[in-house]
């Protein structure tokens, strides 16, 4: 069965300070992986995907960036947070060479920049 | 304007009652998937969709391609179907998920 982890779980940045969160998916060989974004209250926008390692496509420009470091390794980063930065982050997989295909997310990361 | 509008935007339930969640599509879609979000924020799937209808145990959703719009009907709602349903077509100009704004919805006793 696949399983989605998404690290840290919540996390309290500063203005200004770096953040990384991460998402690993065991299971599934090559999976296509997605970034999404959630304003509290708000819905979800996709951010980034991938399709494989090393290749990494923008979708919204948000002063962030992502990286597919190894095939089950999705890494979100930025090195200046902002406070529109604050939200929950959430990472989906869906098959291989499917844009299409059924997407399944992981149990997001809650951001708060202050 | 909006690409996946969703409707309504929060809806009050009792106990034992039935509902319609409604999504229309101004984009060309070919996929639609409804999702469940729970409080803590976990996004459970409810439905992945072509063309057509499914159904699961209380729930039943259908996608009309040519009138560009996805319903998801509850029946006989119980307290733990509380949350946001969210729909989310996909795009084939682009081939990215668009998500609509999400149903709130509060099952009362």
């Known amino acids: 069965a696949q399983t989605i982890h998404q690290w840290p779980v919540a996390e309290i940045k500063a203005v200004g300070s770096p953040l990384s969160l991460g998402c690993t998916i065991k299971?599934?060989?090559?999976?296509?992986l997605y970034w999404y974004w959630q304003a509290t209250g708000g819905t979800l926008q996709q951010l980034f995907y991938s399709i494989t390692v090393g290749q990494v496509e923008s979708v919204v420009q948000l002063n962030l960036s992502a990286s597919r470091p190894k095939d089950d390794q999705f890494i979100l980063s930025t090195e200046k947070l902002l406070l529109s930065h604050s939200g929950f982050y959430l990472c989906?997989?869906?098959?291989?060479?499917?844009?299409?295909?059924?997407?399944?997310f992981g149990p997001g990361t809650r951001l708060t920049v202050l | 304007g909006d690409q996946v509008k969703q409707s309504p935007s929060a809806l009050s339930l009792q106990e034992g009652t039935n509902s319609a969640l409604r999504c229309n599509f101004s984009i060309a879609t070919t996929t639609v998937q409804w999702f469940l979000q729970n409080p803590r924020g976990s996004l459970m799937n409810l439905f992945y969709?072509?063309?057509g209808t499914k159904e699961n145990g209380r729930l039943k959703s259908t996608f009309n391609s040519k009138e560009s719009y996805s319903t998801l009907h509850i029946r006989d709602a119980q307290l733990e179907d509380s949350g946001t349903y969210f729909c989310?077509?996909?795009?084939?100009?682009?081939?990215?998920?668009?998500f609509g704004a999400g149903t709130r919805l509060k099952v009362i006793a």
């Open positions: 299971g599934k060989s090559s999976p296509n």
């Open positions: 989906a997989w869906s098959l291989t060479g499917a844009n299409y295909a059924e997407q399944f």
């Open positions: 989310a077509a996909l795009n084939t100009g682009n081939y990215k998920y668009v």
């Open positions: 969709l072509v063309p």
